[in-house]
């Protein structure tokens, strides 16, 4: 069972930064991809970045491609995202996820940190 923990969210102004974490309760943190996803009021759920197990492959939605940066400290089980140049539009709950190395799908969440940015 993997539990993730996010923290880190907040009220920002446009042009701001903020950086999320996530703390992983796993043994085996390295094995997993993990990704953030957000979820803005009356929207769907939306990719934002991921990053692979040991080969630490990145990968980001278009829309924050350039502002923010995923990272992920194995020894320490935590997953970042840096943010940079935050936009009203960035406003949503940002969520830590985790998958399995090779599944499709994200199996484990965290509870999610709000993360809003006045204009």
């Known amino acids: 069972q993997v539990q993730l923990t996010e923290s880190g969210g907040g009220l920002v102004q446009a042009g701001g930064s903020l950086r999320l974490s996530c703390a992983a309760s796993v043994r085996t943190f390295g094995t997993y991809t993990m990704g953030w996803l957000r979820q803005a009021p009356g929207k769907e759920r939306e990719f934002v970045a991921a990053?692979?197990?040991?080969?630490?492959?990145?990968a980001y939605s278009d829309s924050v491609k350039g502002r923010f940066t995923i990272s992920r400290d194995i020894p320490k089980n935590t997953l970042s995202l840096q943010m940079n140049s935050l936009e009203p539009g960035d406003t949503a709950v940002y969520y830590c996820?985790?998958?399995?190395?090779?599944?499709?799908?994200?199996?484990?969440w965290g509870q999610g940190t709000q993360v809003t940015v006045s204009s």
């Open positions: 996820a985790a998958k399995r190395l090779g599944d499709e799908n994200y199996a484990y």
């Open positions: 990053i692979s197990g040991t080969s630490f492959n990145t």
